[in-house]
């Protein structure tokens, strides 16, 4: 997710963007399969937000490798402690039922680049790198396919592990990492690890995407091309993009993060408007989207079933957010504040 600190817009760029959005989004034409797909998650109205990666280790939130500058070399320690023993999917997917919620989406890879789940196109995964060696998006992917919950995947665009990410955006560029790479390298791997996601883990309701505003210009990222893998691979998955316009050719719901629809009191949306797609809003339990050990600022159960309501009232899904402890376990609130949302 993105970081108050880091939200420097560009007015002039973003306008052009807008306008050429609008005159390209005749060139998409949905599927049967999506348009199915859309209208089942327009009705959704709940699911579960889950960040989770190796940076809950440091009990800091899912920033922490740039909040407290730590070296790429220094963070690729971490995934030898991380060892979830007490993850339990069939727990997870049951307190998800349990709260009336209709999916889950979860962080396949965060800004840190780390895979969480086992990819073939690189070793910076929990199968390869920690003592775990348990792929636990299959896990997890297992359980929602047997309950009847659908499975989105978040996955970030911007990467600060990843060394052909470069030219640097705007975020991550005090962590040692060479001044060299090629882009388009970049956008392979990108594309080969979606492909991993779309065809090893059954059927996938959405990809939720981050990270485009490290790098505001939609050229560069190729949106068409990964897109259209993306529908190519599974006509059904439906695509969002978490940045601050309206949406782009080929996606398919649109997202407002910690803010309704048309809203922007917290300067993520300053920019955006609603468009027709199907909409979602999503937001923390606490002030953290990452497991923060020191982060007790937790909404009132009546604040969240308020913005529940409020979401619903302005056609939009609530997406309500966890971040699981090292251990695997989501933390007591998180069953506290899921289970009072029973509508």
Sequence with gaps: ??????????????????????????????????????TWFQDAKFGLFVHWGVYCLLGDGEWVMQHQTIPLKTYEKLPAFFNPIDFNPAEWVQMVKDAGMKYITITSKHHDGFAMF???VSDWDIVDRTPYKKDVL?????????QGIKLFFYHSQLDWHHPDYFPRGRTGTLLGRPESGNWQNYIKYQNDQLTELLTNYGPIGGIWFDGWWDK???KAWDLETTYALIHKLQPATLIGNNHPVLPFPGEDFQMFEKDLPGRSTQG????????DLPLETCETMNHSWGFNLQDNRYKSSKELIQYLIKAAGNNANFLLNVGPMPNGKIQREGHKWALAMIY
């Design 1 to 38: 997710m993105r970081n108050v600190k880091n939200l420097l817009f560009l007015p002039v760029m973003i306008l052009l963007i807008i306008s050429l959005t609008n005159a390209a989004e005749k060139n998409y034409t949905p599927t049967k399969e999506n348009l199915d797909a859309r």
């Design 118 to 120: 086992d990819s073939k």
């Design 138 to 146: 299959k896990m997890l992917a297992d359980e929602c396919h047997q």
């Design 216 to 218: 505001k210009w939609d």
């Design 268 to 275: 993520f949306n300053a920019e955006a408007k609603v468009g």
